[in-house]
């Protein structure tokens, strides 16, 4: 009987893994030695040169030629990456329960949020709150 393949999520992904996945999105489009000069504690050029390339074959980057070198840049367009962690952080860590994220979010920055920012969390709620009545999102 044939293995199943399984689908690599981004939360699953290794540490080091993630690292370059992460400096990927920061800088859009790069090469290895641009990812390396952008990590804070790089890897050697062949360990992050494979680690693109996994990351590739798992179908988190894409790349393309130019001259002589690879150019990497991510599949999910940088909006969609923090959703799809945060609905994995919703069901693993809180039960699905968004209310318990926005609590120990409100636990954590409590002290380091502003007016402005209660503001503008109160008005993101109700026009949620809205949505959710009229059938979208």
Not at 66 to 84: D, G, M
Not at 96 to 111: E, H, I, K
């Amino acid at each position: 009987m044939a293995k199943k393949k399984t689908k690599t999520t981004l939360e699953s992904l290794p540490p080091r893994e993630r690292q370059v996945l992460d400096t990927v999105y920061r800088l859009s489009e790069a090469g290895v030695s641009e990812v390396i000069d952008a990590m804070s504690d790089p890897a050697g050029y062949s360990a992050v040169r494979t680690m693109l390339n996994i990351l590739v074959r798992k179908g988190f980057l894409d790349y393309r030629r130019e001259k002589t070198r690879y150019l990497y840049r991510p599949v999910l367009q940088p909006e969609e990456a923090p959703r799809s962690l945060i609905k994995n952080l919703l069901d693993t860590f809180f039960a699905g329960r968004p209310a318990a994220v926005v609590a120990t979010l409100l636990n954590v920055a409590g002290d380091e949020l502003s007016e402005a920012d209660y503001r503008e969390m109160e008005k993101m709620i109700r026009q949620a709150k809205n949505n959710g009545k009229d059938g979208a999102k």
